[in-house]
């Protein structure tokens, strides 16, 4: 649980790095990829919440989780091989 923790942690800061990197653009990516993974909602459930339209909902999914790959790749790598305290 701790490891998984972890991983979350880094998973949060990584995000919120992309505010600090990209500025608006950070805060917007940021804020519309967590919306989408900490509900339920599917991409047109969002685009009726917000008014975002779904491609372009879908667009900062893949482009960030794309981000979360190439940063944390190894933190996950080591969770899944129950390396835990290399996370």
């Known amino acids: 649980l ?6 979350v942690s880094k998973v949060l800061q990584e ?3 992309w505010e600090n990197e990209n500025g608006e653009d950070g805060w917007y990516a940021r804020n ?3 919306s ?4 339920d909602m599917s991409y047109t459930k ?3 919440e917000t008014g975002i ?4 909902i879908r667009r900062c999914v893949i482009d960030s989780l794309d981000k979360l790959r190439d ?6 790598e080591d ?3 129950k390396d835990y305290d290399l996370i």
């Open 2 to 7: 701790e490891a998984y923790q972890r991983l």
């Open 71 to 76: 940063s944390l790749r190894e933190d996950y």
């Open 79 to 81: 969770y899944i091989n």
């Open 46 to 48: 969002l685009m009726e």
């Open 53 to 56: 339209h779904r491609l372009t």
């Open 32 to 34: 519309l990829f967590l």
């Open 15 to 17: 995000c919120n790095s």
């Open 36 to 39: 989408y993974i900490t509900s």
